[in-house]
């Protein structure tokens, strides 16, 4: 499948997957992340459930805090 990860194109050796298998593959470890999937936000609960098809627009934000 291919997919939109960060406004780059992505090529993967499967038809679906989750946002949590996404973010293993990619190694994504923040602990504050923000997850939307063509521009609709994934709550962190549902990332198991939350199903990446072909053709979908990813964005995975890194949420950083500071003063």
């Known amino acids: 499948?291919?997919?939109?990860?960060?406004?780059?194109?992505?090529?993967?050796?499967?038809?679906?997957?989750?946002?949590?298998e996404l973010l293993d593959e990619k190694n994504f470890t923040f602990r504050m992340l923000v997850i939307k999937i063509n521009g609709q936000l994934v709550k962190k609960?549902?990332?198991?459930?939350?199903?990446?098809?072909?053709?979908d627009d990813v964005s995975v934000l890194h949420l950083i805090s500071g003063g």
């Open 1 to 20: 499948m291919q997919i939109t990860l960060n406004n780059r194109k992505e090529e993967f050796d499967r038809n679906t997957m989750t946002v949590l």
């Open 45 to 55: 609960a549902d990332y198991g459930k939350a199903i990446i098809k072909d053709g």
